[in-house]
């Protein structure tokens, strides 16, 4: 009888690709293999998988943000099923291998494919395992798991990624890191940098100068076009997702190999991510045109650069963004933007906005820059991290990251400073004169959060930083009604200026708004969805949207279960930009805003 394994994540609409790579090295042990994804930390169902599945082994992938509900859930298991071998992996176990010892059999450090191969074949001890060798990434196991999950398997966009680890040191990611960094006895950190270096041996690039915990490793593109013909085949696909951190590194080998195979071999188009620093190079861009690249992420994180260098190690000058931006598009290419919001602002030696002007600015850049869709994000203040660290160290954050959110769209657990302080600041932590009131760091967490949660409508708005400044600084309470009268102001002051899109925007608005009974009337009635007057109050918004027709239906269908919450008007905002716009291989990049085909542009 074969073996069992078990492997489980918490639930994302994206693949847990780890795990399907991990599921198939337990595929060619001869392992049988079951995948659960836990939503909402409740565990209720995953303990009935084991009890239903009887698996030898259970296997979780686990972030800071989720440690603790999995650490209960763990402990649980433990003791309901004594017998069962019990794996963790991801980043928190490698930030933190002697806090994760204590709720599992076998800690798995940084890449795991050979630490597993070893534990399914009996061949080791219980306790910590480095990484200590760089293997081929095992063919991924995406048939048992679209299996268990048909939403994924159903879904128009599919994931795939072609490596691990990171050229770049950016402070808030998990490969900047070192062994140095981790939290564990001295013992253990010399054991993970003695299994590093060895993994990496003979290995060295400009790309892998230092030992990383998570270390450079690249798939081949012979495996990487057989995974990709695999999904198009097998599945229902149109879009493929890279989720590379630096797509296309490689310019002498990889990328063109991936360029003269993937048109003609795979055929789907698919999206990558990469750094503004690799546009500067048009052969690169060339190359992903060819080979189907149809867009590109590419993370902005702050606007000030000052902020960019001594924060985040970032030192991307704005005019590199400005002219990748325009090579981009020269070539078609469609671009999300990346962005964190409430960074530790005040402590560089260099003075610069902080706070809700900083985040402002981010807006405002993003308005020159003209993205597709401009994603942005809440800092949560990861511990091992280098900006964790820095957090800790200029005293914005003293927490054990028990109240890190796990999701990137919520409330900072930050404290920020009243003004520009330096690297005196240091020195001056704890003393609460420097730091915000409790009332007004409440209020800045409040316009951060209003802010990142309408951040891809304020950068699609002709000097949304203005508009985005004026809403959030208002002492009238946030509301939808608000929004959108303050909108429709902001539009008919630029259009009387002469803004020529202020003014398409606002065309947009009013057949928006005569066609807005039929609109709600025939999506309810398609959704069985119950309409309030919310939506109408939100038509200005709406219509500032490209395709805004199906922005109010997803809005409305989003609405639901929960009401039109700002969360929800957040969420299906930015799938709606995703799916019917950065996804959407069919439409050119940067068009008008203009209604659903059914409702003219002009009545």
């Known amino acids: 009888m074969k073996k069992r394994i078990l492997f489980g994540a918490s639930y994302s609409v994206i693949e847990p690709l780890g795990l399907l790579h991990l599921g198939g090295l337990a595929r060619d042990e001869g392992w049988d293999r079951k995948y659960f994804l836990v939503k909402d930390h409740d565990y209720k169902d995953f303990f009935k998988a084991v009890e239903d599945f009887k698996p030898d082994v259970v296997g979780f992938n686990v972030y800071t943000g989720n440690h603790l509900q999995f650490h209960d859930a763990f402990r649980r298991l433990k003791k309901d099923h004594p017998n069962i071998a019990t794996v963790v992996g991801g980043p928190h176990p490698t930030y933190f291998?002697?806090?994760?010892?204590?709720?599992?059999?076998?800690?798995?450090?940084?890449?795991?494919?050979?630490?597993?191969?070893?534990?399914?074949?009996?061949?080791?001890?219980?306790?910590?395992?480095?990484?200590?060798?760089?293997?081929?990434?095992?063919?991924?196991?995406?048939?048992?798991?679209?299996?268990?999950?048909?939403?994924?398997?159903?879904?128009?966009?599919?994931?795939?990624?072609?490596?691990?680890?990171?050229?770049?040191?950016?402070?808030?990611?998990?490969?900047?890191?070192?062994?140095?960094?981790?939290?564990?006895?001295?013992?253990?950190?010399?054991?993970?940098?003695?299994?590093?270096?060895?993994?990496?041996?003979?290995?060295?690039?400009?790309?892998?100068?230092?030992?990383?915990?998570?270390?450079?490793?690249?798939?081949?593109?012979?495996?990487?076009?057989?995974?990709?013909?695999?999904?198009?085949?097998?599945?229902?696909?149109?879009?493929?997702?890279?989720?590379?951190?630096?797509?296309?590194?490689?310019?002498?080998?990889?990328?063109?190999?991936?360029?003269?195979?993937?048109?003609?071999?795979?055929?789907?188009?698919?999206?990558?991510?990469?750094?503004?620093?690799?546009?500067?190079?048009?052969?690169?861009?060339?190359?992903?045109?060819?080979?189907?690249?149809?867009?590109?992420?590419?993370?902005?994180?702050?606007?000030d650069y000052v902020i960019r260098s001594e924060v985040l190690d970032r030192a991307m000058p704005e005019e590199t963004m400005i002219n990748g931006m325009k090579a981009v598009k020269d070539r078609s290419l469609k671009v999300r933007t990346e962005q964190i919001t409430g960074l530790p602002y005040g402590a560089t030696p260099i003075e610069t906005d902080i706070n809700l002007n900083a985040d402002l600015g981010l807006v405002k850049l993003n308005v020159q820059l003209q993205p597709d869709i401009a994603w942005a994000s809440t800092l949560a203040p990861y511990k091992g991290t280098k900006l964790g660290q820095y957090c800790e160290r200029f005293g914005f954050y003293n927490g054990d990251n028990s109240d890190v959110p796990d999701t990137f769209f919520d409330r900072s657990v930050l404290r920020f400073l009243k003004n520009w302080v330096g690297p005196t600041l240091e020195k001056l932590k704890d003393n609460p004169l420097v730091w915000l009131s409790p009332s007004d760091l409440e209020r800045y967490r409040d316009q951060n959060a209003e802010l990142r949660r309408h951040f891809n409508f304020f950068c699609l708005v002709p000097q949304g930083d203005r508009l985005a400044e004026s809403y959030l600084r208002s002492t009238e309470p946030f509301s939808y009604e608000r929004l959108g009268r303050e909108t429709e102001q902001h539009l008919n002051c630029l259009a009387e200026q002469g803004d020529s899109k202020a003014r398409v925007i606002l065309e947009n608005i009013a057949n928006l708004k005569k066609q807005s009974n039929r609109i709600v009337d025939e999506v309810s009635r398609d959704s069985n969805t119950k309409v309030n007057g919310e939506i109408s109050a939100l038509m200005p918004y709406f219509g500032a949207l490209p395709k805004s027709y199906l922005a109010v239906g997803r809005a409305i269908r989003y609405s639901a279960e929960k009401g039109l919450t700002s969360n929800v008007l957040s969420t299906a905002i930015r799938h709606h930009l995703y799916e019917e716009v950065l996804y959407d291989t069919n439409r050119p990049s940067q068009d008008s805003p203009v209604v659903h085909e059914r409702y003219p542009a002009k009545v």
């Open 97 to 303: 291998p002697a806090e994760s010892s204590e709720f599992a059999d076998f800690v798995v450090m940084s890449e795991g494919f050979g630490a597993l191969r070893r534990i399914l074949r009996g061949e080791s001890e219980k306790g910590i395992h480095p990484m200590n060798r760089v293997e081929r990434f095992p063919h991924p196991d995406r048939t048992t798991f679209y299996a268990a999950y048909p939403e994924h398997a159903k879904s128009r966009i599919k994931s795939f990624i072609t490596m691990t680890g990171c050229p770049y040191k950016c402070t808030y990611c998990y490969n900047s890191s070192e062994p140095g960094d981790i939290v564990a006895p001295l013992e253990v950190i010399q054991q993970v940098k003695i299994g590093l270096s060895l993994a990496m041996l003979g290995k060295e690039t400009q790309a892998t100068k230092s030992v990383r915990l998570f270390p450079y490793n690249v798939r081949s593109v012979e495996d990487v076009i057989e995974e990709a013909k695999e999904i198009v085949q097998s599945w229902p696909t149109e879009v493929l997702y890279c989720q590379d951190d630096v797509h296309g590194f490689d310019l002498n080998n990889w990328m063109p190999k991936l360029a003269n195979r993937w048109p003609e071999e795979v055929g789907i188009p698919y999206h990558a991510q990469m750094r503004w620093e690799m546009t500067k190079d048009e052969r690169r861009l060339d190359l992903l045109k060819k080979a189907g690249c149809f867009g590109l992420t590419l993370a902005i994180e702050a606007a």
